[in-house]
């Protein structure tokens, strides 16, 4: 193992970062792991194909195979008794390790996550992105890109998640076929166990945002398509009103527009529902963003993410299958 020793040890944790290559964004995430405050830690980094060496890093090539499959084989190339799994498009603040492993003095918690916060040297779109992520208009899965406090939950996403060994074996690994989503289903069979899961606001990473519109509206759809999928076959942890709100807001507005053609007053109401949906909107991007400049992209952005999500959930909760 290559272990970095500065401060007194506390147990040995694993970062496991699964990426396609080597490139700035790994290189920048393996220079910030470096920096850790923390006593002792291996790194196991996952491309797709062989590259060159880094120092006082396991490179572990694993073919390409989706980050659940790379994350497993991260784990099986570690002994340490905990494995903190970041990725690599993300880097840890110095003292994330140090702030994590103090919440494993309770036995009962399996594993620990926090916010992936937007760096502030991301580009304007990349930024404007994160703020559509932060506000109040997505939900409770706002708190998973900005600070706030210490809450039990019950599906920690996968870019900022340590967990005990013990853990991952009684889980069975993480799941290898879905992509995104492989977070929700491990988190799921930990909490089956009968452990908990803690999010906590001092546990930071820092996460490069994909830029509005188009790559943040891909993802959006992803992710709506896989949690509409698990809505219906894994309802646990899944099956929650807030995954389903902006898919009840696609359908009432394609009603309201149909009624409105046999009922006249029904158009009267709808617009009273959609100027008060977008003033919500308005507000939800005014308390995020901090330049007056990015308001405009950040209040469509939120318009065409609930859009997007809710007819990709849709269409995932129809579906029989997803496919990688």
Request: charge should be positive; aromatic fraction near 12%.
């Amino acid at each position: 193992m290559n272990l970095r020793v500065e401060m007194p040890p506390g147990p040995v944790v694993s970062i496991i970062i699964p990426c396609k290559e080597i490139d700035d964004y790994a290189r920048e995430c393996v220079k910030h792991c470096r920096q850790l405050d923390y006593g002792s830690y291996q790194i196991v980094l996952l491309p797709d194909y062989a590259q060159d060496k880094m120092d006082g890093v396991t490179v572990v090539p694993t073919g390409p195979v989706t980050p659940g499959a790379k994350r497993n084989i991260g784990i099986a190339n570690s002994s340490s008794e905990f494995c903190a799994f970041i990725d690599s498009d993300a880097y840890p603040r110095g003292d994330w390790l140090s702030k994590a492993v103090k919440y494993f003095e309770d036995p009962q918690i399996a594993a620990v996550g926090g916010p992936g916060l937007t760096p502030e040297k991301d580009g304007f779109m990349q930024r404007a992105s994160g703020y559509i992520l932060s506000s109040f208009m997505v939900g409770n899965i706002s708190g998973r890109y900005k600070t706030t406090r210490i809450s039990e939950s019950d599906d920690i996403h996968s870019c900022n998640f340590i967990v005990r060994r013990s853990a991952l074996k009684e889980a069975g690994g993480w799941n290898e076929r879905y992509w995104p989503g492989e977070d929700t289903l491990i988190c799921l069979s930990i909490k089956k166990s009968g452990k908990k899961l803690i999010e906590a606001s001092d546990v930071i990473v820092y996460h490069h945002r994909r830029p509005l519109f188009g790559p943040h509206l891909r993802q959006v759809s992803r992710f709506g398509e896989h949690r509409g999928f698990f809505a219906r076959m894994f309802p646990e942890n899944s099956f929650k009103l807030t995954y389903f709100v902006p898919s009840l807001l696609v359908l009432f507005l394609l009603a309201g527009v149909l009624a409105s053609f046999a009922y006249p007053f029904f158009g009267d109401i709808l617009l009273l529902a959609i100027a008060t949906y977008l003033v919500l909107c308005l507000i939800a991007a005014s308390l995020e963003v901090k330049e007056a400049k990015m308001l405009l992209s950040v209040w469509l952005g939120i318009l065409a993410t609930h859009i997007v999500y809710g007819l990709s959930f849709l269409a995932g909760f129809a579906k029989r299958d997803l496919r990688i």
